[in-house]
């Protein structure tokens, strides 16, 4: 069970940030250790040099000022003192044969070299040679020197103490780079946990979510980081969705029961049809009543698409200079008939050579679908209104009308799809003139607003951007 959680880990983030960071020390602190040991190894051999160059001096004054047997018993003592094993004198001709030396029990098969030699014959001061010995564990540093009448001096001394120390270097070193890198891994793993813990959250919510339950969010911590900011766009992101997916509902709910009363209607004549032996005019009246009904179902289909390709851009409609005054101009005589019929008065007030860039079709939509709202609106011997003015780089497009007007709580609905006030039910209309006009006017980079006194009348704005 342990096992096989470890095991589904080696596939998480964390988990190969973890043996990331533990590869990069482990690198790093390998590269550290060599340049260390490198640097070490050489001052060793450094001072063991130096060391024999002392020697070789000290026995060259002995030689000069003291002489060939004092020189002799001297080379004797010292190695008799720093140990046999350790170190060993030689004193050779210039040929290489062995004139005298310490002890040389334990340095039994050491010979000369030839290139040693022969680079002090060429007039070299000293030379050196590090050599492993036969049947000896340690190698040894060797220095061959000039000292006074052409004979050489040859010392010796075991790398052994030299051996030991970088050979305890190595194991405290790599004992420290063990513990070390466990210690990172172990840090770095708790490390990327708490960061990746804000997405294991996001994560966790958005499957709780994919099981219906919508209604979570995020929990927001106060850190300002990365995660923080992923998880404020993620539930901004629900929110949005909450509201497209309550506006689609709330949509398709209207939709259905907008849909129902025509549908039953037309089953109801074409059943009455059925049923009842009828004489051809009521037939006709019956087929009449029918295609209507039909109509007005092809209008809301037709306009829902239109409002969804509007909204969406799908649709690129032909985009002109219009002189939008002309065209207000043009859809208040249309309306002229329906004021004189009504007993309501028309007053105009449009200000001339106003353009935008838009389409002329689509904006006849929209000023169409004002002016027949506020038509069906107000009620004989009322007033409605048209205004249209320039106001820094906005057209503003007003229309107003007397009559029932919005109450507040219908106000910030009305352009919703399908949203219908309760008391305009009596109206013929689908609900969707407002939303199809909104959609315009966004679409042309402008907006529409409504503001409405209860009792006396509605007004609606349409402001467009300036050509
Ligand atoms: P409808 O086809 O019902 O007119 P709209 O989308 O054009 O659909 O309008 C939505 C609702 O807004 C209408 O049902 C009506 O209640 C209200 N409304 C729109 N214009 C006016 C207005 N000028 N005066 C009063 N109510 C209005």
Redesign the pocket.
Known sequence: MYLKKILNQRHTLAFRLTLWYAAIFAILSFGAFLAFYLIISSVIQRNTDQELLNDLSEFSSIMSVRGYDSFESEMKIEAESDGVDKVFFRLLSPKGETLASSNMSSWRNVGTSRIALKRLRNGADHAFETLAIPEHPDRARVLYGIIGHGKILQIGKSLKDDRQFLEIFREVFSTIMVVLMLFSALIGWVMARQAMSGVEEVTRTAMDISKGAFEQRVSIRDRGDEINRLATAFNVMLDRIDVLVTGMREMTDNMAHDLRSPVTRIRGVAEMALTTGKSMDEYEAMAANTIEECDRLLEMVNTMLDISETEAGASKPLMVKTDIAELVRVVCELFQPTAEKNNVALISGISDNSFVYGNIQALQRMVV??L???F???PSGGTVTVSLKGNEGQIVIS?S?T????SQD?LPH??KRF???D???S???????????QAIAKAHGGNIS?A?NPGQ??K?MVTLPQF
Not at 403 to 406: E, H, K, L, P, Y
Not at 427 to 437: D, H, M, P, T, W
């Open positions: 679908n004002l027949d709202n506020a069906k609106y107000t229309v009308n009559g029932i007007g919005i219908d009305i352009f949203y219908r006030c008391q305009s039910r109206q013929a209309g689908i609900g969707l003139g407002l939303s199809l006009a409504a409405s009348g509605t609606f």
